[in-house]
């Protein structure tokens, strides 16, 4: 298992508007060769920012960075600037790989 | 998706001794009600540490609080504290439930 978790820290009067964001854009995801499952998860609230995390799985690493190249990684991503407010901090991208699977 | 990460960040030169930690013990995780998938997975070096971080999926919240309270829990459980000087830090757990799927 390949997966790149982004880590957002929304403010928290913004998380309607945060979900409603990721499900009105189009990801172009299903598109994308070597693509597995995406998932938009909701974390804890610490008062300040409810912790976010998209979360997706990947065939393998050069799938992902041939995404991060690619138009669909560019349409998927241009509204991200302007949607700034909605932040405590930059995101932050967490990359792992399984050492030990169990299913 | 009902999601539990604990977060665990590990000294550099006991990668090994961690990684190995977790493939000897029998986690009694595949008895469990509810329990659906698990991975262990390693993440950046940060130089004072490696992060990795157990990904245990759960078919509800439910069946992970169960499990918490069970003998499965306690016998996968049992080593973890004289392992202590693997760790730069305490485990942080992480838990996520799916607000939007793409699979």
């Known amino acids: 298992m390949y997966l790149t978790m982004n880590r957002f820290k929304v403010v928290p009067d913004k ?15 299903k598109s994308v060769p070597g ?3 995406f998932h938009l998860l909701k974390g804890e609230n610490h008062g300040d920012h409810v912790l ?16 991060t190249k690619s138009e669909a990684f560019r349409m998927a991503h241009k ?5 700034g407010d909605m932040y405590l901090a930059a995101p932050d991208l967490e990359i792992f790989e ?3 699977v169990l299913e």
Chains 1, 2 share one sequence.
């Open 15 to 29: 998380t309607q508007a945060f979900e409603d964001l990721w499900k009105m854009r189009d990801s172009h995801l």
């Open 35 to 37: 693509f597995r499952a």
């Open 52 to 67: 976010y995390a998209s979360h997706t799985i990947w065939e393998d690493e050069s799938s992902f960075r041939d995404w």
């Open 79 to 83: 509204g991200a600037k302007s949607s």
């Open 98 to 100: 399984a050492v030990q």
